[in-house]
């Protein structure tokens, strides 16, 4: 199995920083996409940023220019680097790794998400 433990959610100010961290573990023989996706109370999960293991990225417009997503390949990571923090982007934020792993002796490619972290942005 594949298991996806983030890190780094927190209580921050509006224009503050905060860095989410996402570490796959497991049968692991490579990952394609790693992203980060949120939910707000009410609302329906949406993408924030993706990264791809040749680290082409993609956006949200809404955090375009804030936010900066980056991952290590050699250690299976990804990391969300927020910057200007908006009260708009509070939400649970997940982790989501598109996996390739071993399986009685296959490969099977899979979706896997983390379990989420908070971030609020309050004054």
């Known amino acids: 199995q594949v298991q996806l433990v983030e890190s780094g959610g927190g209580l921050v100010q509006p224009g503050g920083s905060l860095r989410l961290s996402c570490a796959a573990s497991g049968s692991i023989f490579s990952i394609r996409t790693m992203g980060w996706y949120r939910q707000a109370p009410g609302q329906q999960r949406e993408l924030v940023a993706t990264?791809?293991?040749?680290?082409?990225?993609n956006y949200a417009d809404s955090v375009k220019g804030r936010f900066t997503i980056s991952r290590d390949n050699a250690k299976n990571t990804v990391t969300l680097q927020m910057n200007s923090l908006k009260p708009e982007d509070t939400a649970v934020y997940y982790c989501?790794?598109?996996?390739?792993?071993?399986?009685?002796?296959?490969?099977?490619?899979?979706?896997?998400w983390g379990q989420g972290t908070q971030v609020t942005v309050s004054s």
């Open positions: 990264v791809t293991s040749s680290t082409n990225t």
């Open positions: 989501n790794a598109d996996v390739t792993r071993w399986s009685g002796g296959y490969l099977t490619t899979g979706d896997y």
